[in-house]
């Protein structure tokens, strides 16, 4: 075992923290007992303890349950967990004007700062500090609807300045407060829908490049869809200014062009972590897949397979990053933002294809 975790568990049995019972008990050589971190009982030498999951685990190794503290039916650690992420969840939202620090919080709930990082990021799969940037933006974003100004949004959620939410803004919402505030408002969108081999396909575009390209069943569903993302913004209906790169798309989907022959210029906003996945999913070859844990490996943290679905879900731009191709660890298709069958079909053929 690390040994800082180790460190960790034995600075919680010093402090007898009972926020900890239920993550591990520690064991007395020198006695034969086991015992959970807030046990009363007097304190053992360093070198007489072993540490343990649980009761079950230092029960098959012989040792036998404190009367005094009861180990064996403390409650379970997940659910002291959730309690503590819920608390802290709580108290970050409700303090969110204060300059919050990891010491901070960590003292809030009476866990060492390295622990509650631990803790939070597994639970949560985002460290602390990432979670309050993500509520401060999106009470910014409350706000910047209900038509506050951006100079009194900002100082509101506990940015100190303005130019620390500018250098936030370009990953994580994709324009200026003020062009968010009023929906998208000046810009101008172009789109068309069109029949494919997998349904009604609609792409849109700005200026600068797709930003968006999406399938479905319904013409007036997709278009709400575009609609709900930019309100404000000037969206109309354009089949001759698309007409290259929809081509494109409907080649691939037939089969007569492979995927890295869809070269098509991209004008989407995302945060950091989702371009790190969509980048990945850009490397996958054609007629490949790779599970949801695997690209989180290739991020360097395996426990990140859930972010990874949700920015699989979150990709405005089907077909051109190919989100298509992560599946289940066990083989299994899992889902797709536009259909778990159209998912099917273009796994299928981009099998046969390759």
């Known amino acids: 075992m690390n040994t800082t975790y180790e460190e960790q568990r034995w600075l919680a049995v010093m402090e007898r923290d009972n926020l900890s019972d239920g993550s591990f008990v520690y064991a007395v050589r020198s006695t034969g007992i086991y015992c959970k971190p807030s046990c009363p009982s007097r304190r053992p030498l360093r070198e007489n303890v072993t540490f343990f999951s649980d009761a079950q685990e230092a029960e098959k190794e012989g040792y036998r349950p404190c009367r005094r503290c009861q180990p064996q039916l403390q409650t379970g650690a997940s659910t002291i967990n959730e309690e503590v992420i819920q608390h802290m969840c709580t108290y970050i939202t409700e303090h969110l004007e204060e300059r919050l620090t ?75 407060p003020s062009t ?109 897949t790779r599970s949801y844990g695997e690209v989180a490996q290739k991020l360097g943290d395996k426990k990140k397979a859930r972010a990874v679905a949700n920015a699989c879900a979150t990709n405005p731009v089907a077909l051109i990053i190919p989100c298509h191709r992560v599946v289940k660890g066990d083989g299994d298709a899992g889902g797709y933002r536009w259909g778990i069958e ?4 273009l796994l299928s053929q981009e099998k046969a294809d390759s």
């Not at 622990?115 to 949560?124: E, M």
């Open 102 to 176: 990891l010491a901070q919080l960590s003292e809030e709930v009476h866990l060492s700062p390295f622990y509650l990082q631990r803790l939070f990021k597994q639970a949560t799969g985002i460290t602390p500090r990432q979670y309050i940037e993500a509520q401060r933006l999106r009470q910014l974003k409350d706000r910047l609807r209900e038509g506050e100004n951006v100079t009194s949004a900002l100082y509101d959620v506990g940015y100190g300045s303005s130019s620390r939410l500018y250098e936030r803004v370009p990953t994580h919402m994709g324009m200026t």
């Open 180 to 288: 968010y505030r009023r929906g998208g408002k000046g810009m101008e969108i172009a789109y068309t829908i069109v029949d494919s081999p997998l349904g009604r396909l609609l792409v849109g575009a700005t200026t600068k490049g797709v930003c968006a390209v999406s399938l479905g069943d319904n013409d007036q569903e997709l278009q709400q869809a575009l609609q709900k993302e930019y309100p404000a913004a000037e969206i109309s209906l354009d089949n001759s200014q698309l007409e290259e790169w929809v081509n494109q798309i409907l080649q691939f989907l037939q089969g007569e062009h492979s995927w890295s022959q869809l070269n098509l210029p991209l004008d989407i906003q995302a945060t950091a972590f989702q371009w790190r996945v969509w980048d990945i999913l850009r490397s996958i070859p054609q007629g490949e």
């Open 342 to 345: 159209r998912k099917r079909r």
